[in-house]
């Protein structure tokens, strides 16, 4: 009988910032603004403390799905005491960040918060929460119905609740749109369709007030009378 060989997890606490050249460790003002959003600190836990770069990102972009818009990440920890409040780029390996790499002795981050700041693009901190992960998420990965994200299994009800009355809202937009289209196709069909008989007996009612001739204009009046009566 094979034995399989147990991973070794990596579990570590994470703190996401929300602009991309933030240099601070956050007030707690803005720690509690952060978290509303969906953002701040969370403690992950990594499957597999060997995975390459692309699953490290990965992961983390399952815990702070907003990531995933931002054009990459950027690694800081706080520079030199504890009680310092500026931050400095981890510096980035050739390959990317992976969980070896930042338990690696020479990096020294030890135990401190690793921060995250995103890459190319502010995070919009008017999210809603639904769309965020909670700190622990079980199960396997789902695709939306709606909008082919992929979330927990735990996550995915949240948030369905909210992309699916966005996905309706649309929906009605559409709906409204078409209806008025067709309104407004129906009266340019009926307005063409008008009796090109009926056109030109109201012509020729008109004409005889602009004839000239006395006896003529006569001639073109009896007849719209007649129809008249």
Not at 122 to 131: E, G, K, N
Request: net charge negative.
């Amino acid at each position: 009988m094979t034995k399989t060989c147990k991973k070794t997890t990596y579990t570590h606490a994470f703190f996401c910032l929300a602009k991309r050249k933030d240099s601070d460790i956050p007030t707690p003002a803005a720690k509690t603004t952060l978290e509303r959003a969906g953002l701040g600190e969370r403690k992950i836990t990594f499957p597999d403390k060997y995975c390459g770069a692309s699953d490290f990102s990965d992961h983390l972009q399952l815990n702070f799905p907003q990531l995933k818009y931002c054009g990459g990440f950027q690694l800081l920890r706080s520079r030199g005491s504890t009680r310092s409040k500026v931050l400095e780029i981890i510096p980035c390996p050739q390959n990317g960040y992976t969980p070896e790499g930042l338990c690696s002795k020479e990096l020294g981050v030890g135990a401190a918060v690793i921060y995250i700041r995103p890459l190319q693009k502010y995070i919009d901190m008017q999210d809603p929460p639904s769309l965020t992960l909670t700190p622990q998420t079980t199960g396997p990965l789902v695709e939306c119905v709606y909008c082919a994200e992929i979330f927990s299994f735990s996550e995915i009800q949240g948030h369905n609740d909210c992309c699916e009355k966005k996905n309706n809202s649309d929906s009605t937009a559409e709906e409204t749109l078409e209806n008025t289209q067709a309104g407004t196709s129906a009266a340019a069909s009926s307005s063409s369709n008008q009796n090109p008989l009926e056109e030109n007996q109201s012509s020729s009612s008109e004409e005889w007030t602009t004839e000239p001739d006395f006896y003529k204009a006569a001639n073109m009046f009896l007849p719209s009378l007649a129809q008249q009566c």
